[in-house]
């Protein structure tokens, strides 16, 4: 049992894929039966680009060094607790400083703990990036079914992720913290404060959920305008949410099948959704991309972590925590701050000049310092109306 806390484990290694898979993989990438040419003009209009699979595809059967990759995985302070029944994976990182209070930092889809590190680390050691900031005890679980944590027995989960992550911190020692969450994180992260404003002091989403009523006569222009936008992306953009939430089986079989199936699914969203405004080109380095992919394949999660769409729980009340809401210009939508207002206590609404869906990896300084701020910010405020 390791000093984290009773019932809490250090999982070393963390990943040790046998040879025998990391030859299967490659063979799979190798004998990839791809798919004829269409005559189109402009590449990813009809979703994931040849040329950039294909050269991507090459990239992960020859060049790319999975075992080092791995090695630096296993490098980070891996534990595991069994909550409720599953099997928890989570990192932690302590904070450079005694007594620090703690963030638990969530993912979203096709992410895994492994877009937060960076994340992390900034706000566990501050002064590693010369930074004079407050540092924070970081705890970076990972979702149920994606990777390490083992998916829940029943469909729908008789104990939800954010009762699940509550009670994770608990078993951790910290009776209050904070939380941050992107994308499907987002709503984890505001289910978890609604549910224990009591532990939860406050919290810092990329994203959050529509109300469960509203009376349209009271819309603003801008709520309208949003509105329009949530339903043309929708159009343009939701088909892999709507096979997510109907047919998720369906897709399964295929993506856990071919890696280059699993690779074009996730490889149309890092691209889509990250800021490629104005002609920037795609920031995600392919070595990223890859691990991520190498992390779904080798732990054939990529199905289990389709689970939370058709899954999905019921919008949540109104949450009473302080919140910050960070958006970036190349993220999917950018409420208006009176749409936000409506599920939740805004303290902080702030829109970024760059980054887009994935900034714990495209922009982690300026996601680190934004987050360090509020919740620094927070503590002081408290404080000063203990007084």
């Not at 109907?246 to 990250?274: M, N």
């Amino acid at each position: 049992m390791d000093r984290a806390g009773k019932g809490v484990h250090r999982w070393t290694p963390l990943i040790d894929v046998p040879q025998a898979d990391l030859e299967d993989l490659i063979g799979r990438l190798n004998q990839t039966r791809w798919p004829r040419r269409w005559p189109l003009g402009e590449p990813w209009t009809a979703g994931t680009d040849f040329d950039e699979l294909r050269r991507l595809t090459e990239h992960w059967g020859s060049q790319y060094d999975w075992r080092r990759h791995e090695r630096e995985i296993n490098r980070l302070a891996s534990y595991w607790t069994i909550i409720a029944g599953q099997r928890i994976h989570f990192l932690r990182f302590d904070a450079e400083t005694p007594d620090a209070p703690a963030v638990v930092l969530t993912n979203g889809w096709p992410s895994t703990f492994f877009e937060l590190v960076e994340l992390a680390r900034r706000l566990a050691e501050p002064s590693r990036y010369g930074d004079t900031g407050m540092a924070f005890t970081v705890v970076v679980p990972s979702l149920p079914g994606f990777t390490f944590s083992d998916p829940a027995a029943s469909s729908p989960p008789t104990t939800p992720t954010h009762e699940l992550w509550h009670r994770l911190m608990i078993r951790l020692g910290f009776e209050t913290y904070f939380a941050h969450g992107g994308d499907l994180g987002s709503g984890i992260t505001s289910r978890l404060a609604a549910a224990h404003p009591e532990a939860v002091r406050a919290i810092h989403v990329m994203s959050l959920g529509a109300p469960r009523s509203f009376d349209e006569d009271s819309l603003t222009p801008a709520e309208r305008e949003h509105l329009a936008a949530g339903k043309a992306w929708l159009r343009t953009e939701g088909a892999y949410m709507h096979q997510h939430q109907t047919r998720p089986l369906t897709l399964a079989f295929g993506l856990s099948d071919s890696p280059v199936g699993l690779l074009s699914w996730i490889l149309e969203k890092y691209y889509q959704w990250s800021d490629r405004r104005a002609g920037t080109p795609f920031s995600l380095a392919d070595d990223f991309v890859l691990t991520q992919a190498s992390l779904y394949w080798f732990t054939n999660t990529i199905g289990t972590s389709l689970r939370p769409y058709y899954e999905a729980p019921p919008p949540y009340e109104f949450v009473p925590v302080p919140t910050a809401l960070a958006l970036f210009p190349a993220d999917l939508l950018k409420p208006p701050r009176e749409w936000a207002e409506r599920t939740h206590d805004i303290r902080r609404y702030t829109i970024f000049d760059s980054g887009g869906h994935f900034a714990p990896v495209e922009t982690a300084p300026t996601l680190a310092a934004d987050i360090r701020q509020f919740f620094a910010g927070e503590l002081v405020g408290a404080a000063a109306d203990q007084t």
